[in-house]
């Protein structure tokens, strides 16, 4: 089981948003790179990031805070937020980034998401966050109108190397993943899934690893308000 620490960032500070709302964040003391640093210290080997920035304005905002962090850590790093050209995908490829998150981008135009796939093959994760059981796009700000299981039937045979399904009414809130809609889309994707959205103790991380399909976990605002210790959540890294 991979863990993910997660990092968003936005206004160069490490906040957290309750449910996708940007009018309910709270910013954390600790800078982006620090908190990085926090993370390789205690022994992760993964990281999530979203430019929440770039989320909103479908431009890489955050990338030198991005680039800098690669730079600085020997971690395989997921970037998302903002990523709607494959400029920007080469721009985090050539960082050095592990892998590169779509998301609207990908749902609002299916062609781009085949195109990042057959270009960077091993590269592409497809970010798919849906509020009951349908996707949104844009920053969580609009509605796609599709159902998650079915825009994925869709692009089950593209190529994405790695699925993060969010469910949003969890994100934030510290109430436990969605398991059962992520085994549902872990039962049908032709690739391995992450967990996102609602982690609260050490538990939900133990009752992920009984999942089929589910490559690991994000871990954030439990993490910033101390609710999950960075010395445990540490010793479930790939055990």
Not at 67 to 93: A, C, N, P
């Amino acid at each position: 089981m991979k863990i993910f620490p997660a990092i968003d960032i936005k206004d160069k500070k490490c906040v957290r948003l309750i449910k996708g709302d940007f009018d309910n964040k709270t910013e954390y003391q600790m800078s982006p790179i620090e908190q990085a640093g926090k993370y390789k210290d205690h022994g992760f080997k993964n990281l999530h990031i979203v430019d929440l920035d770039g989320a909103l304005t479908g431009e890489t905002v955050n990338s030198d805070i991005i680039q800098e962090i690669v730079r600085k850590f020997d971690l395989k790093i997921e970037v998302g937020g903002g990523v709607r050209s494959i400029d920007s995908i080469q721009k985090y490829t050539d960082a050095g980034v592990e892998k590169v998150i779509l998301g609207s981008a990908a749902i609002k135009d299916k062609s781009f998401l085949k195109e990042a796939c057959q270009k960077f093959p091993n590269k592409i994760a497809l970010g798919l966050d849906a509020k009951n059981g349908y996707l949104s796009v844009s920053g969580w700000k609009e509605n796609s109108n599709k159902l998650t299981l079915d825009y994925l039937k869709e692009v089950n045979d593209y190529g994405v190397s790695r699925l993060i399904y969010t469910d949003i009414n969890r994100d934030g809130t510290k109430q436990s993943p969605n398991f059962i809609e992520t085994a549902k889309i872990a039962d049908k994707s032709n690739c391995p899934v992450i967990i996102s959205g609602g982690v609260s103790s050490i538990d939900d991380i133990k009752n992920a690893k009984s999942l089929k399909n589910i490559e690991g976990i994000i871990v954030g605002k439990a993490i910033y308000d101390g609710d999950i210790k960075l010395e445990e959540l540490v010793r479930e890294v790939d055990a």
